[in-house]
């Protein structure tokens, strides 16, 4: 068996260099993952600004029905204004439905990215435990080997000393 199990890999770097190279590529993904999150969060706060105007916009709107109400014009001309201002917010509230519909459908495949992210950050996660699992194996199994190369040299060098007390008594 080969002693050196690891000198003849290509990549000259040790064996915990390449390790925290990993490490390193690792947590630059949880970065990029990070950063794509903020992004998202910018999204959502964009929407939500949307929201209130729309809000804003159908309150003016609620606001301006209810004078016209409160008026209660009997005139015919007063009332077929009305009737065309009606009209007119019914078609603003179409264009707004329709605005509203392709904001829910961006935040549906938002929500979709988000959670394909969050599948891979699990995925990530997953894989850097077994990472780490191996990684504890394969640096103990290291060790033992050690341990055992030091126990077999220190008895052939307790062997060695015996051999030089013999050698000595002899000379003297």
Same mark, same amino acid.
């Given at each position: 068996?080969?002693?050196?199990?690891?000198?003849?890999?290509?990549?000259?770097?040790?064996?915990? /260099?390449? =390790?925290? +190279? @990993?490490? *390193?590529?690792? #947590? &630059?993904? %949880?970065? !990029?993952?990070?950063? $794509?999150?903020?992004?998202?969060?910018?999204?959502? /706060?964009? =929407?939500? +600004? @949307?929201? *209130?105007?729309? #809000? &804003?916009? %159908?309150? !003016?709107?609620?606001? $301006?029905?209810?004078?016209?109400?409160?008026?209660?014009?009997?005139?015919?001309?007063?009332?077929?204004?009305?009737? &065309?201002?009606?009209?007119?917010?019914?078609?603003?509230?179409?264009?707004?439905?329709?605005?509203?519909?392709?904001?829910?459908?961006?935040?549906?495949?938002?929500?979709?990215?988000?959670?394909?992210?969050?599948?891979?950050?699990?995925?990530?996660?997953?894989?850097?435990?077994?990472?780490?699992?191996?990684?504890?194996?394969?640096?103990?199994?290291?060790?033992?080997?050690?341990?055992?190369?030091?126990?077999?040299?220190?008895?052939?060098?307790?062997?060695?000393?015996?051999?030089?007390?013999?050698?000595?008594?002899?000379?003297?």
């Amino acid at each position: 068996m080969n002693e050196e199990p690891t000198k003849g890999l290509p990549d000259k770097r040790s064996f915990e /260099e390449r =390790v925290f +190279a @990993r490490f *390193d590529a690792i #947590d &630059a993904r %949880f970065d !990029a993952i990070d950063a $794509r999150f903020e992004a998202v969060d910018a999204r959502f /706060e964009a =929407v939500d +600004a @949307r929201f *209130d105007a729309l #809000d &804003a916009r %159908f309150e !003016a709107v609620e606001t $301006r029905l209810e004078k016209l109400e409160a008026r209660a014009y009997d005139t015919k001309p007063i009332w077929e204004r009305a009737l &065309a201002a009606i009209m007119e917010m019914g078609l603003e509230l179409g264009e707004v439905k329709s605005k509203v519909t392709g904001i829910e459908a961006r935040v549906t495949e938002i929500e979709t990215r988000v959670a394909v992210i969050e599948s891979d950050v699990a995925s990530i996660k997953s894989n850097y435990a077994e990472m780490k699992r191996d990684l504890k194996h394969q640096v103990n199994r290291r060790i033992d080997l050690i341990l055992s190369f030091l126990l077999e040299e220190r008895d052939d060098i307790r062997d060695a000393e015996d051999k030089i007390r013999q050698l000595e008594t002899k000379l003297a």
